[in-house]
């Protein structure tokens, strides 16, 4: 059993940065993959980034290349999104799930998200 909770959203201008959190209550956490995911209003949820177990394998959505890193520390059970150079179209509900390698993301476990507004 794997309990995810967000952190770090807010409301932002546009071009600012937020570093969202996901920290993780399991015992074996690093066994892990983590991903964000987000979901605007009227919109479909959407894969913003993952990263594999040991850090590597980070992969992201096509828009949020160059302007988000995704990254963890297994020690604090805490995966971290930051996020620069925001955009109004980067409003959304952020959240972060954990899956176990090669399993559907919606067999795995969800965090309640936290909502992330950017102003223009």
């Known amino acids: 059993q794997v309990q995810l909770v967000e952190s770090g959203g807010g409301l932002v201008q546009a071009g600012g940065s937020l570093r969202l959190s996901c920290a993780a209550s399991a015992r074996t956490f690093s066994g892990y993959v983590i991903g964000w995911f987000r979901q605007a209003p009227g919109k479909e949820r959407e894969f913003v980034a993952t990263?594999?177990?040991?850090?590597?394998?980070?992969f992201y959505l096509e828009s949020a290349k160059g302007r988000f890193t995704i990254s963890r520390d297994n020690a604090k059970k805490t995966v971290y999104l930051q996020m620069n150079n925001l955009k109004p179209e980067d409003t959304a509900v952020y959240s972060c799930a954990a899956s176990r390698a090669g399993s559907r993301w919606s067999n795995g476990y969800w965090g309640q998200g936290t909502q992330v507004t950017v102003s223009s």
């Open positions: 990263i594999g177990w040991s850090g590597g394998g980070t």
